[in-house]
């Protein structure tokens, strides 16, 4: 008997092959009969009318520190996704000597905006070494992990504070690849750097200080395991992108790996930047070298409030000065201070277009519920000022918990966006899933894929679709055994409605330890998610007892 049948569905193998109307039969975890299945099972999913495919891939999100509470990695699962990989930036929790927590706590603060209340009050520091962490999130995983391991703390590991203020040693660079290799061993599927990020001191965080010499030394145990090199580049500057596009095909090229560099974005106004970034991304796969450039397929909303740092204002110094290094009462001081105020209006006048077009999503007092859902442009005009001045005012007005909404960041043109996602050469990643978690509405870039790509703009196949989120995100990476619908593959499994599968509303959802709430997009048109085959999440009922993930290690790419 099986262990369970999935029925009458339309199956799209993750190939690219067309689709075509069967049955899945799984045992033991993994698939073993396609087709028409007759046999018996103990648990049968109808998936008359629906899409079934195999689990999606997420290659870059930041779960790192949710998996320590949330073994589901919410709301991965609900989105179709049946592994995710963390530890991208240059961050990941593992291997972190004790005293070099608070620091790591502090930069996933800045660079991701998780929570300090998140780490206070929801992980339990029990380990040091990579190996000890992949036992410790191992506990009741039901989602898959393939887990990268940051720069920034092999750097801690070895060179201590001093990973901060220079360039390694040959023997520091020695003890590193000593170091990546224990982490290889024990599951890391690839190594992950920046040359952007800042710490919470907004200096540059410790992979920054590297020299050419140990990235080409981390590269070369790379090469040893044909594991994955991922990076961070000057995203805001194509010409410095072209240049870390030629880096990274050196180093695939001389030793044998691939590498991947988000994100790319698309919007109104870096056309030519993103043209000139592809070309060179070509011109590198026909030398041989593998530099996959990772697009988002979804807009960007950046929900903020002054009560807490956004990186919406990275770019004007003093308001982020005064966001990221002032207490609840100094803000609101210098929001009401005269001069002040005049200095941070000043900075910010450049941007009034995006003051303009913010969204006030949600106030507290029952007199500004008035303005909620309206622009700033057209408060302003009700109140007879500016939009920049309204959102300092209503900051004021409700002690910093006014919340805004700035819309479409960075991606507004859907025909440059599908014409990249169904490039050959673009990784559809970049979801950032368990980071921004108070900022972003985190997940919904399948559903946005399917719902607008392929449903309403019909860029790309539904085969092709699938294809891309699946076997070619498992074979860039190495991950083994899954990303198809094969007999003897891990039976990874999601069942979805072709016209109905969306990116979804957004809303609260109360699982952020210390913190309680959190943005998250809802899921539509997922119907079931098989992991390990097991059924994990159905839209009928929610989350299931099931705990199959697992760590998934790397295998030669």
Same mark, same amino acid.
């Given at each position: 008997?099986?262990?369970?049948?999935?029925?009458?569905g339309?199956?799209?193998d993750?190939?690219?092959m067309?689709g075509?109307?069967?049955?899945?039969?799984?045992?033991?975890g993994?698939i073993v009969r396609?087709?028409?299945?007759?046999e018996? #099972?103990?648990e049968t $999913?109808d998936a008359?009318?629906?899409?079934v495919?195999?689990?999606?891939i997420?290659?870059h999100?930041?779960?790192d520190a949710?998996?320590?509470?949330d073994g589901?990695?919410?709301?991965?699962?609900?989105?179709?996704?049946?592994t995710?990989?963390p530890g991208?930036?240059?961050?990941?929790?593992?291997?972190?000597?004790?005293a070099?927590r608070?620091?790591?706590?502090?930069?996933?603060n800045?660079i991701?905006?998780?929570?300090?209340k998140?780490f206070d009050?929801?992980?339990?520091w029990?380990w040091?070494t990579?190996e000890e962490f +992949?036992?410790?999130?191992?506990e009741?995983?039901?989602?898959?992990?393939?887990?990268l391991v940051?720069h920034?703390?092999?750097?801690?590991?070895?060179m201590g504070d001093?990973?901060m203020?220079?360039?390694a040693?040959?023997q520091e660079?020695?003890q590193?690849?000593?170091?990546l290799?224990?982490c290889l061993?024990a599951?890391a599927v690839?190594?992950?750097?920046?040359?952007?990020?800042m710490?919470e001191?907004?200096q540059?965080v410790?992979?920054?200080y590297?020299?050419e010499?140990?990235?080409d030394?981390l590269?070369?145990?790379?090469?040893?395991?044909?594991r994955?090199?991922?990076?961070?580049?000057?995203?805001?500057d194509?010409d410095?992108t072209v240049?870390r596009v030629d880096q990274l095909?050196?180093?695939?090229?001389?030793?044998g790996?691939p590498?991947?560099?988000s994100?790319l974005?698309?919007n109104?106004?870096?056309?030519a930047? +993103?043209?000139k970034?592809m070309?060179?991304?070509e011109?590198?796969f026909?030398?041989?070298?593998r530099?996959?450039?990772?697009v988002?397929t979804?807009?960007i909303?950046i929900s903020?409030?002054f009560?807490?740092?956004s990186?919406?204002?990275?770019?004007?110094?003093?308001?982020?000065?005064v966001?990221?290094?002032g207490?609840?009462e *100094?803000i609101?001081?210098?929001f009401?201070? #005269?001069d002040?105020r005049?200095q941070?209006s000043?900075?910010?006048?450049?941007?009034?277009?995006l003051?303009?077009m913010l969204?006030l999503?949600?106030?507290?007092?029952?007199a500004n519920?008035?303005? +909620?859902g309206?622009?700033?442009?057209?408060i302003?005009?009700?109140?007879?000022t500016s939009?920049l001045?309204v959102m300092?005012?209503?900051s004021?007005?409700?002690?910093?918990?006014?919340?805004?909404?700035a819309?479409n960041m960075?991606?507004n043109?859907?025909?440059?966006?599908?014409n990249?996602l169904?490039?050959?050469?673009?990784?559809i990643?970049?979801?950032?899933g368990?980071?921004?978690i108070l900022?972003?509405?985190?997940?919904?870039?399948?559903?946005y894929?399917f719902?607008?790509?392929?449903?309403?703009?019909?860029?790309?196949?539904?085969e092709?679709?699938?294809?891309?989120?699946?076997s070619d995100?498992? #074979?860039?990476?190495g991950?083994p *055994?899954?990303?198809?619908?094969r007999?003897g593959?891990?039976?990874?499994v999601?069942?979805?409605?072709?016209?109905?599968?969306?990116?979804?509303?957004?809303?609260?959802?109360?699982?952020?330890?210390?913190?309680g709430?959190?943005?998250v997009?809802?899921?539509?048109?997922v119907?079931t998610?098989v992991?390990?085959?097991?059924?994990?999440?159905?839209?009928a009922k929610?989350?299931?007892?099931?705990r199959?993930? #697992?760590?998934?290690?790397? $295998?030669s790419a």
């Open positions: 008997m099986l262990d369970l049948i999935i029925k009458g339309r199956i799209v993750g190939s690219g067309p075509y109307l069967g049955d899945i039969g799984i045992k033991g993994r396609m087709g028409h299945v007759v018996d #099972a103990r $999913v008359t009318g629906k899409i495919a195999p689990g999606f997420d290659p999100t930041h779960f949710q998996l320590l509470w589901h990695a919410r709301p991965a699962i609900e989105h179709g996704v049946t995710i990989v991208n930036c240059s961050l990941s929790l593992a291997p972190l000597k004790a070099h608070k620091k790591l706590v502090g930069m996933f800045q991701e905006e998780m929570p300090l998140a009050e929801g992980v339990t029990n040091e990579f +992949v036992d410790r999130i191992s009741g995983l039901a989602i898959n992990v393939a887990p940051g920034s703390v092999l750097r801690l590991w070895v001093a990973a203020e220079r360039v040693t040959d660079i020695e590193m690849q000593d170091l290799r224990q061993d599951g690839g190594l992950s750097t920046s040359f952007v990020d710490d001191t907004l540059p410790p992979s920054r590297a020299d010499r140990e990235l030394g590269a070369a145990v790379l090469g040893e395991y044909s994955m090199l991922q990076i961070v580049p000057e995203f805001f194509a410095l240049a095909a050196a180093l695939s090229l001389k030793y790996i590498t991947t560099f994100p974005f698309v109104g106004d870096n056309s930047g +993103v043209d970034v070309k060179r991304v011109e590198q026909q030398r041989g070298a530099v996959w450039p990772q988002q979804r807009p909303d903020f409030c009560a807490v740092p990186l919406l204002f990275i770019r004007l110094p003093s308001w982020y000065a966001m990221r290094f207490t609840h *100094e609101v001081a210098a009401k201070d #005269a002040k005049a941070l000043a900075e910010a006048a450049p941007m009034g277009p003051w303009e969204v999503r949600q106030v507290n007092t029952e519920q008035q303005y +909620v309206k622009t700033l442009g057209e302003a005009k009700l109140r007879g939009a001045e300092i005012d209503l004021i007005e409700e002690d910093l918990d006014a919340h805004f909404l819309a960075g991606h043109e859907d025909v440059r966006v599908g990249l169904a490039h050959p050469n673009v990784h990643g970049a979801s950032d368990g980071a921004h900022s972003f509405a985190t997940y919904g870039d399948t559903g894929l719902s607008r790509f392929v449903r309403e703009k019909a860029m790309i196949g539904m092709e679709a699938v294809r891309k989120i699946t995100t498992a #074979a860039i990476w991950i *055994e899954r990303g198809l619908l007999p593959y891990v039976a990874d999601t069942v979805f409605d072709p016209e109905t599968i969306d990116r979804g509303a957004e809303y609260y959802v109360q699982d952020v330890p210390g913190e709430h959190r943005y997009r809802d899921a539509v048109g119907e998610v992991i390990g085959g097991e059924v994990s999440w159905t839209a929610g989350y299931t007892e099931s199959r993930g #697992a760590i998934v290690p790397g $295998v």
